[in-house]
C-alpha cells in the first residue's frame, strides 16, 4: 500500500486535487440514491401553488405552468360519452371539464396541497377554491367524476354515493351503464 507521503513524491511532491481523485461505484449509487430521495422529499413536501387555475381535463388543472391532476379523482377523458337519462349518448368527458371550469371560475384563485407526483411527473393534490370549497370532494359528490379509491381507500366514497343517491352527472342514467361506458373505453377500474 502506498502512503500519502510516498504518492506525493510520485505525483512530483505536489497532491493531486480532490476532484481529481477516482469515484467508486459505491460512492456513486449513494450519491443517486441521495439525489433521488431529495427529489422525492420536495415534490412531497411541495409549497401550495395558489393561482388562476386552467382546465386541462375534468380532472387536471394547471396553475402558473404547473400540471395537477386531482388526488382520488377520476373524471372521464373529453371524448368520453356516457348516457343521459333517456339512455341517448352525451359527451360526459366534455360536460366534466366544463361544469370544473364554471366551479373554479365562481370563486378564484385556486389553492392546491400536493400528495406528491404521478407517473406522468404531475402534481398530485386536493384543490380548494378562494371560499375553501373542496375542489376534489365537488367532482365527485357532483357526479362529474368518480372517487378513485385505489390512491386514498375511499377517501370520496361518501361524495360519491350522494351523487348516486342523486342521479347527479355520469349516475343521471342507469349507473352500472355509467360504469361500465367507462371501464369499457379506459384500462383502469373506477370505484363505481
Known amino acids: 500500500m502506498i502512503g500519502i507521503k510516498s504518492a506525493v513524491a510520485a505525483a512530483g511532491g ?9 469515484v467508486s ?19 412531497e413536501a411541495a409549497d401550495p401553488i395558489i393561482g388562476h387555475a386552467s382546465v386541462i381535463d375534468g380532472d387536471t388543472i394547471e396553475i402558473a405552468g ?4 386531482l388526488n382520488s379523482v377520476d373524471a372521464p377523458e373529453e ?3 356516457c ?11 366534455k360536460e366534466s371539464a366544463s361544469a ?4 373554479l371560475s365562481a370563486s378564484r384563485p385556486t389553492r392546491c396541497e400536493f400528495a406528491g407526483r404521478d407517473r406522468y411527473g404531475r402534481f398530485v393534490g386536493t384543490c380548494f377554491r378562494a371560499d375553501g370549497k ?7 359528490e357532483s357526479g362529474n367524476a368518480v372517487d378513485r379509491d385505489t390512491d386514498n381507500k375511499g377517501l370520496y366514497a361518501s361524495a360519491q354515493q350522494t351523487a348516486k343517491s342523486n342521479g347527479a352527472g355520469i349516475w343521471r342514467a342507469q349507473p352500472e351503464h355509467a360504469c361500465a361506458a367507462r ?9 363505481c
Open 14 to 22: 505536489r497532491r493531486a486535487p480532490h476532484s481529481a481523485r477516482p
Open 25 to 43: 461505484a459505491g460512492a456513486r449509487a449513494l450519491g443517486a440514491a441521495l439525489a433521488t430521495l431529495l427529489m422525492t422529499h420536495n415534490a
Open 66 to 69: 404547473e400540471r395537477v391532476q
Open 79 to 81: 371524448w368520453q360519452v
Open 83 to 93: 348516457l343521459d337519462e333517456r339512455g341517448a349518448d352525451y359527451r360526459c368527458g
Open 100 to 103: 370544473l371550469d364554471a366551479f
Open 134 to 140: 373542496d375542489v376534489n370532494r365537488w367532482l365527485i
Open 183 to 191: 371501464v369499457g373505453r379506459v384500462n383502469r377500474k373506477p370505484n
